[in-house]
């Protein structure tokens, strides 16, 4: 199955084999304090800037209804999010991951985020868009 949106990826999780839980990161942008006049006219124009987790969540498939519904939950964040990094984690012979395997899956998502080294996740904007870096 060709993943090209949120609800294709919803689709392909609930058509695995074996249980699946999605894992959410939502991450904001920042500026350094130190940065340069450049660096702030882009960042103020809508680019640039730093990635930074803000919250993470793990749900099964079926707990999410939709990606509106998923963005209206994310609202009481403390920072406003600008992209939500998914992950699918995959239990196996019929059982579902454990609550501690999705929580250290997500713990080492987040700190992949952190560093830069989002590649294995799939962003998404605001609005439920991909996002393509680079």
């Avoid at 450049?38 to 809508?46: I, K, N």
């Avoid at 992950?87 to 454990?98: E, M």
């Amino acid at each position: 199955m060709n993943i090209s949106n949120f609800d294709d990826l919803i689709q392909a999780s609930k058509l695995q084999a074996d249980p699946q839980h999605l894992l959410f990161v939502f991450a904001g942008v920042e500026l350094p304090d130190d940065c340069t006049p450049e660096q702030r006219a882009e960042f103020d124009a809508g680019e640039g800037g730093t990635l930074v987790p803000l919250m993470y969540v793990d749900k099964t498939p079926l707990e999410v209804a939709s990606f509106k519904a998923l963005a209206e939950e994310a609202k009481n964040l403390a920072q406003p999010w600008r992209i939500v990094f998914v992950a699918a984690l995959s239990g196996s012979r019929g059982l579902a991951p454990s609550s501690q395997d999705a929580e250290n899956a997500l713990k080492r998502m987040e700190e992949s985020i952190r560093q830069g080294n989002f590649g294995n996740y799939m962003p998404f904007d605001q609005h439920g868009e991909p996002v393509i870096f680079g």
